[in-house]
């Protein structure tokens, strides 16, 4: 779990990222949810942004993602939600101390 201050720092980090996956009307498959474990192990900080054809809200979206990866929701703003996920063997992201 991350704290308050961490997660301020990742959502300054976020400001600067372009959302790099769409989730649209198909929704969370295991393709997705494939590829977004690779991003997470080199990037390990991405932005997502859910379409108006998407059955489901960013919240919902950031929800369910976070469970099928494993990583921590970090803000969800209108239709973009940003998540993160430290890579257990090199950390590209070095948090602030708790």
Same mark, same amino acid.
């Given at each position: 779990? +991350?704290?308050? $201050?961490?997660?301020?720092?990742?959502?300054?980090? *976020?400001? &600067?990222?372009?959302?790099?996956?769409?989730?649209?009307?198909?929704?969370?498959?295991?393709?997705?949810?494939?590829?977004?474990?690779?991003?997470?192990?080199?990037?390990?900080? +991405?932005?997502? $942004?859910?379409?108006?054809?998407?059955?489901?809200? *960013?919240? &919902?979206?950031?929800?369910?993602?976070?469970?099928?990866?494993?990583?921590?929701?970090?803000?969800?703003?209108?239709?973009?939600?940003?998540?993160?996920?430290?890579?257990?063997?090199?950390?590209?992201?070095?948090?602030?101390?708790?």
């Amino acid at each position: 779990m +991350i704290t308050s $201050k961490q997660r301020a720092f990742l959502r300054s980090k *976020a400001n &600067e990222l372009d959302a790099i996956f769409q989730i649209g009307k198909g929704g969370i498959n295991e393709n997705l949810i494939a590829q977004l474990n690779d991003v997470l192990e080199s990037r390990e900080l +991405i932005k997502i $942004k859910v379409l108006e054809t998407a059955l489901m809200t *960013a919240r &919902e979206a950031s929800e369910a993602v976070c469970a099928a990866t494993g990583a921590e929701p970090v803000q969800c703003i209108g239709t973009k939600f940003v998540i993160y996920r430290p890579n257990s063997e090199k950390p590209v992201l070095v948090l602030p101390k708790a």
